[in-house]
């Protein structure tokens, strides 16, 4: 440590879902001294606590990091919004609340990238998914009611809903009343981080309780700019708060800014692929080829189809109908507005009905245009078609040395064929859903892709053309055995030492659905390496 003097124990870049997570264990676990540095403003927005409230958050791009991709060469050659959040909480307080595990297979596929002697394995992740929960529904092997992480089921199911239900299951899927149970494959409800009417995000569950202990300490817009490296050591932050810049000195900086903001930071810090960042005039720190590299994401195919008048969420979310939502909402916080609004969701492999789930589909009960609120007057489905398992990957790079400036993002949708392929299939699929009895008298009209596309190249175009991000970016910073991995299996960077990254960028390959609940996992286990590595139990 060169002359300045240590001002905490450690510094938490980000109090997005895994930086509240690493907060929370440290205060619960450890008698460190925290300071955890947030580039958004505190959580004290009520839409944000309100279940439903996360359509008009994004409609309006409020607590967002808002970007376009460049240009996406197999979604013709155009760009899509991509967004993550900016505020206390991060992701966890702007996004769905949907709540999934993932497969046992994805879980065995980290540990095998974390190579012999790591402990990444789906039964070491499942104890850290069972600490986390608290259920109001299940427990078992799956699933825990002591954590501090609330998670409901929905309270009733609207009569749309239940007819995807019923649906789903005359199509040969079976009920599954626990996708995140042993397994995945079936139609379910969808279980939610929001419990009485209220989100339930990562900043609620772990980062105030760790407030109250008085040893962590939150600072809010301030905007880290730079890792501090003095020798091949991590040993603070520069960071700019209120148009004033900062310094901040620890003998452990875990950066925590998620899948895009992580890889820019380490970037911006010469930590990254040499050449690259030589040409932009960086000072290299360590050449590690792989930051912002494997960037994994869910494309999303929104299939919509119009149904009889009086079905689903059209009205209710609209006009009138939205002020009677929220004034029920407002006197005994239940209806539409106290959940996600997505009642179900089916997991299937359109390829072999048998296998482990390759596509994700929530059923929302509203026809949108911007797949967050109802346009028109028409009532409809949207069912969103999420590719599980994508091959394709892309990538983050730095495109100028202004830390206010957005990194270059490309998820590079369908940049191998299978992952388009896999799309088109699940179309077919859900079209034989669609003419199913329980949903064949409610459903009116399938409005895209229409039934004038019936070829798979018709079909694979209006894929190409509608497909969005399901805004589940992850890999960017691999964990690996190998040379090549940015972070070691304990989640320490590889060539700079007191130095960890502990967000979703980790991830070696992402996992089957939403990737909150994973993320949160993940850094419950990387802050208990960082305890007992430390020794700061
Ligand atoms: C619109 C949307 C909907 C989603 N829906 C769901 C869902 O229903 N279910 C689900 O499981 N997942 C969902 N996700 C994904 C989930 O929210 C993310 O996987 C999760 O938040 C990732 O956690 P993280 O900690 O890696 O990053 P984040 O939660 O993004 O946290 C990173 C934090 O770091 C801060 N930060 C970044 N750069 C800096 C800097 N330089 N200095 C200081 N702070 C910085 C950011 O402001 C942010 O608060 C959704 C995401 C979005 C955007």
Same mark, same amino acid.
């Given at each position: 440590?060169?002359?300045?003097?240590?001002?905490?124990?450690?510094?938490?870049?980000?109090? *997005?879902?895994?930086?509240?997570?690493?907060? %929370?264990?440290?205060?619960?676990?450890?008698?460190?001294?925290?300071?955890?540095?947030?580039?958004?403003?505190?959580?004290?927005?009520?839409?944000?606590?309100?279940?439903?409230?996360?359509?008009?958050?994004?409609?309006?791009?409020?607590?967002?990091?808002?970007?376009?991709?460049?240009? !996406?060469? !197999?979604?013709?050659?155009?760009?899509?919004?991509?967004?993550?959040?900016?505020?206390?909480?991060?992701?966890?307080?702007?996004?769905?609340?949907?709540?999934?595990?993932?497969?046992?297979?994805?879980?065995?596929?980290?540990?095998?990238?974390?190579?012999?002697?790591?402990?990444?394995?789906?039964?070491?992740?499942?104890?850290?998914?069972?600490?986390?929960?608290?259920?109001?529904?299940?427990?078992?092997?799956?699933?825990?009611?002591?954590?501090?992480?609330?998670?409901?089921?929905?309270? *009733?199911?609207?009569?749309?809903?239940?007819?995807?239900?019923?649906?789903?299951?005359?199509?040969?899927?079976?009920?599954?009343?626990?996708?995140?149970?042993?397994?995945?494959?079936?139609?379910?409800?969808? !279980?939610?981080?929001?419990?009485?009417?209220?989100?339930?995000?990562?900043?609620?569950?772990?980062?105030?309780?760790?407030?109250?202990?008085?040893?962590?300490?939150?600072?809010?817009?301030? &905007?880290?700019?730079?890792?501090?490296?003095?020798?091949?050591?991590?040993?603070?932050?520069?960071?700019?708060?209120?148009?004033?810049?900062?310094?901040?000195?620890?003998?452990?900086?875990?950066?925590?800014?998620?899948?895009?903001?992580?890889?820019?930071?380490?970037?911006?810090?010469?930590?990254?692929?040499?050449?690259?960042?030589?040409?932009?005039?960086?000072?290299?720190?360590?050449?590690?080829?792989?930051?912002?590299?494997?960037?994994?994401? #869910?494309?999303?195919?929104?299939?919509?189809?119009?149904?009889?008048?009086?079905?689903?969420?059209?009205?209710?979310?609209?006009?009138?109908?939205?002020?009677?939502? *929220?004034?029920?909402?407002?006197?005994?916080?239940?209806?539409?507005?106290?959940?996600?609004?997505?009642?179900?969701?089916?997991?299937?492999?359109?390829?072999?009905?048998?296998?482990?789930?390759?596509?994700?589909?929530? #059923?929302?009960?509203?026809?949108?245009?911007?797949?967050?609120?109802?346009?028109?007057?028409?009532?409809?489905?949207?069912?969103?078609?999420?590719?599980?398992?994508? !091959?394709?990957? *892309?990538?983050?790079?730095?495109?100028?040395?202004?830390?206010?400036?957005?990194?270059?993002?490309?998820?590079?949708?369908?940049?191998?064929?299978?992952?388009?392929?896999?799309?088109?299939?699940?179309?077919?699929?859900?079209?034989?859903?669609?003419?199913?009895?329980?949903?064949?008298?409610?459903?009116?009209?399938?409005?895209?892709?229409?039934?004038?596309?019936?070829?798979?190249?018709?079909?694979?175009?209006?894929?190409?053309?509608?497909?969005?991000?399901?805004? #589940?970016?992850?890999?960017?910073?691999?964990?690996?055995?190998?040379?090549?991995?940015?972070?070691?299996?304990?989640?320490?960077?590889?060539?700079?030492?007191?130095?960890?990254?502990?967000?979703?960028?980790?991830?070696?390959?992402?996992?089957?659905?939403? &990737?909150?609940?994973?993320?949160?996992?993940?850094?419950? #286990? %990387?802050?208990?390496?960082?305890?007992?590595?430390?020794?700061?139990?």
């Amino acid at each position: 440590m060169p002359k300045q003097a240590k001002t905490c124990d450690v510094i938490v870049i980000g109090a *997005g879902a895994a930086g509240c997570v690493v907060a %929370g264990r440290l205060a619960e676990r450890s008698t460190a001294s925290v300071v955890v540095l947030e580039a958004g403003l505190n959580d004290f927005d009520p839409l944000i606590h309100i279940p439903a409230g996360f359509a008009k958050i994004l409609q309006k791009d409020w607590h967002v990091w808002a970007y376009d991709t460049a240009l !996406q060469k !197999q979604l013709d050659g155009t760009t899509r919004r991509y967004r993550s959040g900016r505020v206390v909480g991060g992701g966890s307080s702007i996004n769905a609340m949907c709540y999934v595990r993932g497969q046992k297979q994805d879980f065995d596929r980290w540990q095998e990238a974390a190579g012999e002697g790591a402990s990444w394995d789906f039964e070491t992740m499942l104890r850290h998914f069972r600490a986390q929960e608290c259920n109001d529904t299940f427990h078992d092997r799956f699933h825990g009611i002591d954590g501090p992480l609330r998670i409901s089921l929905p309270k *009733g199911i609207n009569a749309l809903n239940a007819g995807c239900l019923k649906a789903f299951q005359e199509a040969g899927l079976p009920y599954n009343p626990d996708y995140n149970g042993e397994s995945q494959r079936g139609v379910s409800p969808v !279980q939610g981080n929001y419990a009485d009417g209220r989100r339930c995000s990562a900043a609620d569950a772990f980062l105030r309780p760790a407030l109250r202990s008085g040893r962590v300490e939150l600072r809010t817009s301030a &905007t880290v700019t730079r890792i501090l490296i003095d020798k091949g050591r991590a040993i603070g932050v520069e960071y700019v708060s209120r148009g004033k810049r900062h310094r901040l000195f620890a003998g452990q900086v875990v950066v925590s800014s998620g899948a895009i903001h992580t890889p820019k930071l380490l970037m911006l810090s010469g930590i990254g692929a040499a050449d690259q960042l030589t040409g932009l005039g960086v000072q290299i720190r360590h050449d590690s080829p792989e930051v912002g590299q494997n960037l994994a994401d #869910h494309p999303i195919v929104p299939l919509k189809a119009f149904c009889r008048d009086g079905f689903g969420y059209q009205r209710s979310a609209q006009g009138l109908g939205a002020l009677a939502t *929220g004034l029920r909402y407002l006197l005994t916080k239940t209806g539409p507005a106290a959940s996600n609004a997505i009642d179900t969701v089916s997991y299937f492999d359109p390829q072999d009905p048998a296998a482990e789930p390759s596509i994700q589909c929530y #059923h929302a009960p509203i026809i949108s245009e911007d797949g967050l609120s109802p346009s028109g007057k028409q009532a409809g489905v949207t069912f969103e078609l999420v590719v599980l398992q994508p !091959q394709s990957r *892309g990538s983050i790079t730095l495109g100028s040395l202004d830390p206010r400036a957005m990194p270059r993002i490309d998820p590079n949708f369908f940049g191998e064929t299978q992952d388009l392929d896999l799309a088109v299939k699940s179309v077919r699929y859900m079209r034989d859903v669609m003419t199913q009895p329980s949903l064949q008298r409610i459903l009116t009209a399938e409005v895209a892709p229409g039934i004038e596309r019936q070829s798979d190249a018709e079909l694979a175009q209006w894929v190409r053309r509608v497909a969005t991000t399901m805004w #589940h970016p992850v890999g960017t910073c691999r964990m690996g055995a190998d040379d090549r991995a940015v972070v070691d299996s304990r989640l320490r960077v590889n060539g700079i030492e007191n130095l960890r990254v502990i967000d979703a960028s980790i991830m070696p390959n992402i996992t089957s659905g939403n &990737t909150n609940a994973p993320t949160m996992a993940l850094a419950r #286990h %990387g802050t208990d390496m960082m305890i007992d590595d430390l020794c700061l139990a």
